[in-house]
């Protein structure tokens, strides 16, 4: 199975890795989760991280994530 959405950010200078297929599975340090939101999961592979922290890594690997749309600002 192809998933559908797959990102590596750098957050606090570690790799974060988050892939989507039917669950979201995030990866890094070593460790690895899945959850059916990409927060939960998060959540669960980072319990330290502030509320604050926690939705910066979401966003960034939401963008970062996206598929391309050329020629849609």
Known sequence: M???AKATVTFQGV???????????????GRSTSAE????ALHR???RLSHQELDSLLIRLLVAAAPER????
């Open 70 to 73: 050329r020629g849609i600002p």
């Open 45 to 47: 592979l980072l319990p």
């Open 37 to 40: 939101f990409l927060d939960q």
């Open 2 to 4: 192809t998933p559908t």
């Open 15 to 29: 790799p974060v890795t988050a892939t989507k297929d039917r669950l979201w599975h995030v990866e890094s340090s």
